[in-house]
């Protein structure tokens, strides 16, 4: 029932498919495919309750659910298809409690996007790419593409325009909105004439969108000319690094990572951005031996902001892209070769009081959905138990 899907095609269904689906369902399917590609979302077979769509229904988002356009909701009747603008969709099901039904199946593949342009959102810069071949098939010269400001010059090769554009400099514009970060900046492709021109100039606009863990990716063309848009979503360049001690100088690069029960483990949450009014907090860190599965035998150590593990302990930070914690090793440790952790890490606006980062402990009483929370998963270990961890902890 949900969850995140990257495979470039696959096949959604409801819960029990083709037998009835349970009631009270809520299962939200994020689609996201490789950077320049969409989303193509087929209906094969759909029977819910009610005509009106009311009660039990499937939505499907042009993106993240929480901040992109609704482009369908259905229960029945036509099997339509929906292509995404971006290389992110998802898809919502939803059941009361009265009637169930069949529900759907729905097949979904990824699909080339317009390559006559494209855009990544790097954690320090755009890198936004114009093709030679549209240029000279439109009649422009790739030596007249510049950016806004044009001391900042893009690197020619024989068949691309590239510009490295930085978040903080190059004349990039930095607005907020609500929960969106918007870095936007103007690549300009002028008409070579100098006394007559008989073509418009090209605006490509650029647009970076920070949602608390998406990056939205838009790049537009203005003044009359081809459309082109280019969204795209990635994730958060983060990582968690082990350190040896409280003071945080040295970082732990064993793999796996020797050490003795009750030892304390210090560990520092990195996100890589080169936009400084941005920070960081741990939402959550769950241990378990199994890498890939963190529900079915897990250990809380921190659940939505509150400390589960009394010996979990936060540490101030020198900067707000940093988010320091320890914890002991804990008796789980003891009954497992290697045990991993995978912590849920959300960014927020620095001194964005009303923002998740700086509320703290939520004690959440209804069932959480993860696609609910804006948060960046990774995943770190393993940590093994050190050889006489058993005695070392008796002498200490």
């Known amino acids: 029932c949900g969850g995140s899907v990257s495979n470039s095609s696959g096949v959604l269904q409801t819960p029990f498919y083709p037998g009835r689906y349970p009631n009270n369902a809520d299962c939200m399917w994020e689609i996201q495919v490789e950077n320049n590609f969409r989303v193509m979302l087929t209906f094969r077979d759909i029977v819910m309750q009610g005509s009106r769509c009311q009660y039990d229904y499937v939505e499907v988002y042009d993106g993240p659910p929480h901040s992109s356009p609704l482009l369908g909701r259905l229960c029945s009747g036509s099997f339509p298809t929906y292509i995404s603008s971006s290389n992110m969709m998802t898809v919502r099901f939803h059941s009361d409690s009265r009637y169930t039904s069949r529900g759907f199946q729905a097949h979904y593949s990824s699909i080339p996007a317009d390559h006559n ?19 000279q098939s439109q009649g422009y010269l790739a030596q007249r593409v510049t950016l806004n400001d044009n001391r900042c010059k893009p690197t020619i090769t024989s068949h691309e325009v590239i510009f490295n554009i930085p978040y903080n400099s190059c004349g990039t514009i930095r607005e907020e ?79 796996p990572y020797y050490i003795d029960l009750n030892q304390n483990l210090y560990l520092q949450a990195s996100l890589h951005s080169s936009d400084p009014n941005l920070i960081m907090f741990v939402d959550t860190c769950v241990a378990s031996p199994d890498p890939h599965d963190f529900n079915t035998l ?40 290697f045990v991993y952790l995978q912590c849920e890490l959300v960014v927020c606006r620095l001194r964005d009081y009303s923002s998740r980062c700086y509320q703290g402990c939520i004690n959440r009483s209804k069932r959480d959905t993860s696609s609910a929370k804006e948060t960046v998963k990774v995943v770190v270990g393993p940590l093994g138990l050190r050889e006489g961890g058993a005695q070392s902890r008796n002498m200490g």
């Not at 509150?306 to 008796?331: G, I, L, V």
């Open 117 to 135: 342009t494209t855009l990544l959102c790097l954690p320090d810069y755009m890198h936004a790419v114009v093709n030679r071949y549209y240029l």
């Open 177 to 255: 909105s609500n929960d969106t970060i918007n870095y936007s900046n103007m690549i300009k492709v002028t008409s070579s004439g100098y006394i007559i021109k008989r073509k418009k100039n090209i605006h490509l606009h650029i647009s970076c969108k920070m949602l608390q863990n998406t990056w939205m990716q838009i790049m537009y063309a203005a003044e009359d000319t081809v459309d082109v848009n280019e969204n795209q979503f990635g994730r958060y360049d983060m990582n968690i690094t082990f350190y040896d001690s409280s003071s945080f100088l040295r970082q732990v690069h064993d793999s």
């Open 298 to 337: 897990a250990y809380d150590i921190i659940k939505n902001g509150c400390a589960r593990d009394s010996s979990y302990a936060t540490y101030h930070s020198p900067h707000s892209h940093f988010a320091r914690f320890k914890f002991n090793a804990f008796e789980f440790i003891s009954r497992h070769t």
